[in-house]
């Protein structure tokens, strides 16, 4: 399973980046906000550079061709733009058009199966299922990772992957990754609790007091 970084912070993706784990970068509307970013062409192209990889701006339209409009206009800032849809009967209209230019989509908003199956008909490049949203509400996200892999699974003609978005904690990842997602979007501090492990820190710390007990004696 890949990682994307889910954030608009720049200098957030920068540090991440160096790491080597991740592969591309969503944002939305809120986080464009939190990031403050007032040029948004100027975040996403510099976002795109960085990583070399998909990255998701979202349309704010709700009509199709209003969607179809915003999303040649994206896509022509970078190659590495990918348009974020709404799962909406519109979007699915727009996402439709878009496949046929070769614009690649990445269908938002998904909460159940149905929703994933037709963005993959439409032709969608990515579905993103909300995980946290419906934990939020009491319902098992990973469970609908869980079935729209198996509803791609059986059709060997869908090629869309599942992006599982919405991930709030360590355990989300490696979850979403035995569940069947194909990559998952993580907010920055998510990557940073998920790199920690209390032994580890631990272990090192002993090392380096050996090591430094060593240096001593000789
Ligand atoms: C996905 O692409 C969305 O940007 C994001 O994962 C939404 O997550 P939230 O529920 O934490 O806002």
Not at 6 to 19: G, S, V, Y
């Given at each position: 399973?890949?990682?994307?970084?889910?954030?608009?912070?720049?200098?957030?993706?920068?540090?991440?980046?160096?790491?080597?784990?991740?592969?591309?970068?969503?944002?939305?509307?809120?986080?464009?906000?939190?990031?403050?970013?007032?040029?948004?062409?100027?975040?996403?192209?510099?976002?795109?550079e960085l990583v070399q990889g998909p990255v998701s701006m979202e349309v704010v339209s709700t009509d199709a061709e209003g969607m179809v409009r915003e999303a040649r206009e994206y896509a022509s800032w970078h190659e590495h733009v990918v348009v974020k849809i709404p799962m909406?009967?519109?979007?699915?209209?727009?996402?439709?058009?878009?496949?046929?230019?070769?614009?690649?989509?990445?269908?938002?908003?998904?909460?159940?199966?149905?929703?994933a199956l037709f963005a993959a008909l439409a032709g969608a490049t990515f579905v993103s299922p909300f995980l946290g949203r419906?934990?939020?509400?009491?319902?098992?996200?990973?469970?609908?990772?869980?079935?729209?892999?198996?509803?791609?699974?059986?059709?060997?003609?869908?090629t869309t992957q599942i992006l599982a978005a919405s991930i709030r904690?360590?355990?989300?990842?490696?979850?979403?990754?035995?569940?069947g997602a194909h990559i998952a979007t993580c907010p920055p501090q998510v990557?940073?609790?998920?790199?920690?492990?209390?032994?580890?820190?631990i272990g090192l710390e002993r090392f380096l007091a050996d090591w430094r007990k060593l240096q001593g004696q000789g």
């Open positions: 399973m890949k990682l994307f970084v889910d954030t608009a912070l720049i200098e957030e993706i920068r540090k991440l980046h160096r790491w080597g784990i991740i592969s591309g970068v969503t944002t939305n509307p809120t986080l464009l906000a939190k990031a403050a970013a007032t040029n948004v062409r100027d975040v996403i192209v510099q976002i795109c909406t009967e519109d979007g699915l209209i727009a996402t439709r058009q878009l496949a046929a230019e070769g614009i690649k989509v990445n269908m938002t908003l998904i909460f159940n199966p149905n929703q419906i934990d939020d509400i009491s319902w098992e996200g990973m469970d609908l990772i869980r079935e729209i892999a198996a509803v791609f699974r059986n059709d060997p003609h869908i904690h360590p355990r989300h990842i490696v979850e979403a990754a035995k569940a990557l940073r609790k998920a790199v920690r492990h209390p032994l580890t820190d």
